[in-house]
């Protein structure tokens, strides 16, 4: 049986944003369970997914009605896409819930994959301070707002850490003709949730996800300065890891996550969530769309 080793989540601010969410159904990790042989018709399932859909709540409303109706036991890690599509090529991990759409194609073409398949959609946009020093608000695109970020030297807080959002932060700085470095550029090496606590406390910009930006909005001082730009369009996929890749893998553990992640309940649930408490949903369903249709 592998075992995950549970990473307190940083900030008291955190925390207390996190709590009017719900609590979690598995925790947020960083660190791979050893790979190994696994118990013939093992109950475990490891999810390796994206800090977003742990730091908006998403996993703790669907993982507990999944585990009622099966009877596996899901243990998600949540961390950048890059980490996560690296755990699954050497096995560790089960079932995958990504948003780096390029990436997740090269780890099919490398047989990592046995299914790949669209669950859902939002937007990345860029957030600063609300009187915006950078006056990045009203640009034409992302990648001019950004530019106006460079000019300006304003702080800029980025990833850093080869997740989906880290990896189109650095195709809209590609976009914009611009390598950014200097003091103003400083990375986070944090998920989603704490660079947006940081990016608040340090009075930068950072690109975020619609979600885990509007979960916690109330604890930020960050306002929504550029969105709707088409490159910021951000995809999730569900893939079913190969179980070729090590005898741990749980096939039937991992193929039964997944397409419980596109069946309609779970799509009208992932539609909904999130209209209670913040007056519109937080992901859009997108389960057998034509994901061409989305771009």
């Excluded at 194609?105 to 600063?128: I, P």
């Excluded at 707002?145 to 700085?173: M, N, P």
């Excluded at 999730?236 to 741990?248: C, D, F, L, M, T």
Aim: overall charge negative; glycine content about 10%; proline content about 5%.
């Amino acid at each position: 049986m592998r075992t995950i080793v549970r990473l307190f989540i940083l900030g008291g601010m955190l925390v207390l944003a996190l709590s009017t969410i719900g609590c979690a159904s598995g925790s947020k990790q960083d660190t791979p369970p050893p790979s190994g042989p696994k118990e013939t018709g093992s109950k475990e399932v490891i999810l390796a997914t994206t800090t977003s859909t742990y730091d908006t709540g998403l996993l703790d409303m669907l993982l507990p009605e999944f585990q009622s109706k099966t009877g596996y036991l899901v243990k998600p890690i949540a961390v950048g896409t890059g980490h996560a599509l690296a755990m699954a090529a050497r096995g560790e991990a089960d079932v995958l819930l990504v948003h780096a759409p390029e990436d997740e194609e090269e780890f099919m073409r490398a047989g990592n994959g046995l299914d790949r398949r669209l669950v859902m959609h939002n937007d990345f946009f860029l957030v600063g301070p609300p009187d915006d020093p950078a006056n990045i608000k009203g640009s034409r695109n992302a990648a001019e707002a950004l530019a106006k970020v460079e000019q300006a030297r304003a702080i800029f807080i980025s990833r850093g850490d080869d997740s989906g959002t880290h990896k189109k932060e650095k195709e809209v700085w590609v976009k914009s003709g611009i390598k950014p470095s200097g003091a103003w550029y400083q990375e986070s090496g944090q998920g989603m949730g704490e660079t947006l606590i940081i990016t608040s406390e340090k009075r930068g910009y950072t690109l975020t996800d619609r979600g885990t930006y509007l979960a916690l909005k109330k604890s930020l001082n960050l306002a929504v300065l550029l969105e709707k730009d088409p490159i910021l369009l951000n995809i999730y996929h569900v893939i079913q890891v190969n179980p070729a890749k090590s005898p741990a893998v749980n096939s039937a553990g991992g193929k039964a996550l997944a397409e419980y992640m596109v069946a309609k309940e779970t799509q009208e649930l992932i539609g909904s969530f999130g209209v209670d408490k913040y007056g519109e949903p937080l992901f859009t369903p997108d389960a057998g769309k034509n994901e061409n249709e989305l771009k």
